[in-house]
C-alpha cells in the first residue's frame, strides 16, 4: 500500500504570496490532518478534514485553510505569506482520526 | 481544549542506559496515547501507543505507562542505541470522537557513544 504523498516537497515563495500544497492519503484513509512544524514548536495542528469536511481547526489565521476532494486527497492553502510562515508542512492520513501515517512534508521557505 | 506538555526538551544518555521521557495531559476524556519518533529530515513515525483501558504496553525496548488518575504518561526506552537518537513526541486525544491529536513539544534524545 503507497504511503501518504505531498507536493510540492520543497517551495520558495515571497512575502505577500500565496500558496497551495497537496496531500494524498493511504488509501482508505478518509481523515487528513495538516501540521506545521518549526524549529523549536514541535508540531502544531492546523486543521483536520474528513469526508470532504473540516472537522477540527488549530488556532491559526484565517490565511490558512484548506479542502479536501471526494476522493480525500486534500489541500492547504495559505494566502499573503509572512516570513513566519517558513516552516515544514506535514500532512497525515488516518482511518478514524487515531494512528496519524504522516508525508513526507512539503518544505516551505518565504523571503 | 486539551494540552499536552512534554518534559524534558532534551536529553543525552550514555549508550546502553535508559531513556524516560514524560508527558502530562490536561482533559480527562483522552483515551488514546501514541508516541512518535522523528529522525532528522524524515517524517514523524509511530512507535508505540496506548489506550486508557491499560496501564502499561511494552514493545521489545520500548515501554509506554499511563497514569489516568495523575493524567501522566512516560516513555521508556531500554538499552539504548545510537539509532535511537531522534526527536519523539508524545500526543493525546479522545479517539472514541475521532478528536484532533493534539502533541507535546517534543523531546531530543542524544546517545552517547
Known amino acids: 500500500k503507497a504511503g501518504v504523498t505531498q507536493t510540492p516537497r520543497y517551495l520558495i515563495k515571497t512575502r505577500g504570496q500565496q500558496v497551495t500544497l497537496s496531500c494524498s492519503p493511504i488509501?482508505?484513509?478518509?481523515?487528513v490532518s495538516w501540521y506545521q512544524q518549526t524549529p523549536g514548536q514541535g508540531l502544531q495542528f492546523l486543521f483536520e478534514?474528513?469526508?470532504?469536511?473540516?472537522?477540527n481547526k488549530g488556532n491559526f489565521p484565517g490565511r490558512f485553510s484548506g479542502r479536501q476532494f471526494s476522493n480525500s486527497r486534500s489541500e492547504m492553502n495559505v494566502s499573503t505569506l509572512e516570513l513566519g510562515d517558513s516552516a515544514l508542512y506535514l500532512c497525515?492520513?488516518?482511518?478514524?482520526?487515531?494512528?496519524?501515517?504522516f508525508g513526507p512534508g512539503t518544505r516551505l521557505t518565504v523571503t | 481544549g486539551e494540552n499536552v506538555e512534554q518534559h524534558p526538551s532534551t536529553l543525552s544518555v550514555q549508550e546502553g542506559d535508559s531513556a524516560v521521557i514524560k508527558c502530562t495531559y490536561s482533559d480527562s476524556a483522552s483515551n488514546y496515547f501514541p508516541w512518535y519518533k522523528q529522525e532528522l529530515g524524515k517524517r514523524p513515525q509511530l512507535i508505540i501507543d496506548?489506550?486508557?483501558?491499560?496501564g502499561e504496553k511494552k514493545d521489545q525496548r520500548i515501554a509506554v505507562t499511563l497514569n489516568k488518575t495523575a493524567k501522566h504518561f512516560s516513555l521508556h526506552i531500554t538499552e539504548t542505541q545510537p539509532e535511537d537518537s531522534a526527536v519523539y513526541f508524545c500526543a493525546a486525544s479522545k479517539e472514541s470522537s475521532a478528536s484532533k491529536i493534539i502533541f507535546g513539544s517534543g523531546t531530543r534524545l542524544s546517545i552517547r557513544p
Open positions: 488509501s482508505g484513509h478518509r481523515s
Open positions: 497525515a492520513s488516518s482511518l478514524v482520526g487515531a494512528e496519524q501515517y
Open positions: 496506548i489506550r486508557s483501558n491499560v
Open positions: 478534514y474528513f469526508s470532504e469536511t473540516q472537522r
